[in-house]
C-alpha cells in the first residue's frame, strides 16, 4: 500500500516553490506537516489538513477564519487523491482568491508526482519478486504452485526456453546491469543472478542467434565475459530446471579442462560433462585411472589431447604436434605402455577419453 512519506513530500513542496510565491505544506494522511518551506512547521499538526481529511473536501481559510483558528494562516487546503484513495493533503497559504488557481495545479503535479512513485515502488516489488519466483522454481526448490504466481506476473513459465550461463569476469560487473540489457533487447526473456559472477539467462525460444556475435556485443557495452555455456532448448519448465543444473556442469567443466574456450555448447559437450559431473564416484574414478598413471607426463598428456581433437587422424595430429608420424607412433605406443590402455582399441580409447575429460589440467 502506497504511503506518502516525507521525501517525496519535500519534494513536491520544493518543486511548487521554485515557481510559487507562496509557502506550500504537505501533510501525510493523520494530518501532520511532512514537507514544508518553512522548516519549523514540520512534523506539526495542521487544523485545515484535519478538516480536510474528516470531510474528503476542499477547505479554504480567509484572513477571517484563521484568526478565530489556533496557529492557523489563509490557505487552500486539497486533498491528495490516488487511486480513488485519499493519502494525503496539499495546502497553499495566502488569500484563497489569490492561491486557488495554483492550488488546484500544484495538486494535480502532486498527484501525478504520487502515482509515478506508486508505479516505480510496484515496478520494483514485480521485478524483485519475479527474480524471487524464478530463482526458487529453477535453482531451487519451489513448489509447482508457483507457477500459476509466474503466470499472474506475466512470466510466462510455460514457453519453450534455452537455459544459457554466463561467467563474468572479475567482480566489477554489475550482473543486474547484464540481465536488464538482455530482457530488454529479447523477448520473454528471465535472467537471474546465480552464485558470484554467474548470470542464468533463460532466453525464450525464437530465431537463431549469433552467440559469437553477442560475445563482441558483451565487449562493446564493456562486461568481460570470461565465458558462455548453453544448453538446448526445452519444452517445459521441468526441462528447463535440468538444463541450468546441467548448465553449471559445462561451465565447471570447461574451467578446469577447457580454460580457452569462451563459448561452449552442451550438445557437444554432453558425454564428458556428463562424467565430469560424477567424477568423483568411484566407477568414475576407476574409469580415470589410466590418466592417473600418466601424471607428470605433459609431452605424452598433450599427444592424446592432440590425438582426440584431430579424431586419431594421424598425419593431422603428428602436424599439429610438429612431428613425424613415426613420432606420433611411438608416443602412443608409450601412452600404451605408461597407461595400459592401447589408444589404437575402440574400449580403451574411450577409457583414456573420458579419463582425460575427468581430469582437471594443472
Not at 484513495?85 to 488569500?95: K, M, P, Y
Not at 519478486?129 to 499472474?152: C, F, N, Q, V, Y
Not at 558425454?271 to 574414478?285: E, G, K, T
Not at 613415426?326 to 582399441?345: F, M
Request: charged residues 25%.
Amino acid at each position: 500500500m502506497f504511503a506518502l512519506d516525507h521525501a517525496l513530500a519535500q519534494d513536491i513542496v520544493d518543486r511548487a516553490m521554485a515557481i510559487l510565491p507562496c509557502n506550500v505544506n504537505v501533510m501525510d494522511y493523520l494530518g501532520i506537516i511532512i514537507g514544508s518551506g518553512e522548516a519549523e512547521r514540520l512534523y506539526t499538526r495542521h487544523e485545515g489538513a484535519q478538516l480536510v481529511l474528516a470531510n474528503s473536501r476542499v477547505v479554504e481559510i480567509d484572513s477571517h477564519t484563521a484568526k478565530q483558528l489556533s496557529g492557523v494562516r489563509p490557505g487552500v487546503n486539497l486533498p491528495l487523491m490516488l487511486e480513488n484513495r485519499l493519502v494525503g493533503v496539499l495546502g497553499i497559504t495566502g488569500e484563497p482568491d489569490d492561491v486557488r488557481v495554483y492550488a488546484e495545479l500544484v495538486k494535480m503535479t502532486a498527484e501525478m508526482l504520487m502515482e509515478h512513485r506508486r508505479q516505480q515502488a510496484d515496478q520494483r516489488w514485480r521485478q524483485q519478486r519475479s527474480e524471487d519466483l524464478l530463482s526458487r522454481l529453477l535453482l531451487g526448490d519451489g513448489p509447482d504452485s508457483l507457477i500459476d504466481e509466474a503466470e499472474k506476473l506475466g512470466l510466462q513459465p510455460h514457453l519453450p526456453r534455452q537455459a544459457v550461463l554466463i561467467e563474468l569476469a572479475g567482480d566489477g560487473i554489475d550482473s543486474d546491469k547484464v540481465g536488464h540489457w538482455l530482457t530488454g533487447r529479447y523477448a520473454n526473456s528471465w535472467c537471474m543472478a546465480g552464485e558470484p559472477g554467474l548470470l542464468y539467462w533463460c532466453r525464450a525460444v525464437g530465431k537463431d542467434r549469433d552467440d559469437a556475435l553477442l560475445l563482441e556485443q558483451f565487449d562493446e557495452q564493456g562486461w568481460s565475459v570470461t565465458r558462455m555455456g548453453t544448453t538446448e532448448q526445452t519444452p517445459d519448465l521441468a526441462g528447463l530446471r535440468q538444463a541450468c543444473v546441467a548448465a553449471r556442469d559445462l561451465l565447471d567443466y570447461a574451467r578446469h579442462i577447457k580454460p580457452q574456450q569462451k563459448l561452449l555448447r552442451l550438445d557437444t559437450h554432453r558425454l564428458p560433462v556428463l562424467f565430469w559431473r560424477y567424477r568423483h564416484d568411484w566407477l568414475a574414478q576407476r574409469v580415470a585411472e589410466p590418466i592417473q598413471r600418466l601424471s607428470g607426463q605433459t609431452q605424452l598428456l598433450d599427444t592424446l589431447r592432440s590425438w582426440f581433437d584431430y579424431s586419431g587422424e594421424s598425419q593431422a595430429c603428428a602436424d599439429a604436434l610438429g612431428i613425424h608420424r613415426n613420432s606420433l607412433r611411438y608416443r602412443l605406443e608409450k601412452i600404451a605402455e605408461v597407461s595400459g590402455c592401447d589408444p589404437y582399441r575402440t574400449d580403451d580409447l574411450l577409457r583414456l577419453y573420458l579419463g582425460l575429460e575427468m581430469t582437471p589440467r594443472p
